[in-house]
């Protein structure tokens, strides 16, 4: 077996103070995995201990040496009066226009506070989506989908996948984590104090 791309072992993470209960982890290349849970459970926590934004209390975080991440957030940047295309977004990350739907690849040359919330939530995600990394962490990707979006992700998640990319995404739609994952860990909420 390779190298897994990441492994958490007893991780516990949190901001000011832990967010966590202890959760143990792997994404190897090739493998989506799923985090389900409550709300408050720290399921966005997680990914941003993972990609250095959160602290880690205690337990092991490794990561292959040189790992390339691609971390898309349920942050919106406020766009009013930003005179960014989408296109513009897609050359930030280095992403790459093709695969997008017609229904957004129509819509790169307009200003991204044209768009609907919808699209430019797609677009932001496709812009991590494509992205040069190896290991892409999605939070809540279906958000502001529609079910043609939601469709559109699914299929582009197992592409990337089997070129290669692992993939931890968190989301409460279990119907898509059901159907486009390969393992689907629950993240029990940590003892209240």
């Not at 930003?82 to 790459?96: I, N, Q």
């Amino acid at each position: 077996m390779t190298q897994p791309l990441l492994c958490l072992t007893g991780l516990v993470a949190g901001w000011q103070v832990p967010a966590t209960r202890p959760v143990d982890l792997m994404v190897a290349a090739g493998r989506i995995v799923g985090l389900t849970g409550a709300n408050g459970a720290g399921k966005s926590t997680l990914l941003a201990a993972i990609a250095g934004r959160a602290r880690v209390f205690c337990g092991q975080l490794e990561k292959k040496p040189d790992l390339r991440i691609g971390l898309q957030t349920q942050d919106v940047p406020p766009l009013s009066g930003l005179p960014l295309s989408g296109r513009d977004v897609l050359a930030l990350t280095a992403a790459s226009a093709d695969g997008l739907p017609p229904w957004l690849a129509d819509c790169l040359d307009r200003r991204l506070d044209r768009l609907s919330g919808g699209q430019r939530h797609y677009l932001a995600l496709w812009a991590v989506l494509q992205a040069p990394a190896e290991l892409l962490l999605l939070d809540e990707p279906t958000n502001n989908l529609d079910a043609q979006g939601v469709r559109h992700l699914a299929q582009a998640l197992r592409t990337r996948a089997d070129a290669g990319c692992g993939i931890l995404l968190v989301s409460h739609d279990a119907g898509f984590v059901n159907g486009v994952c390969d393992e689907v860990i629950v993240v029990e909420a940590p003892d209240v104090v």
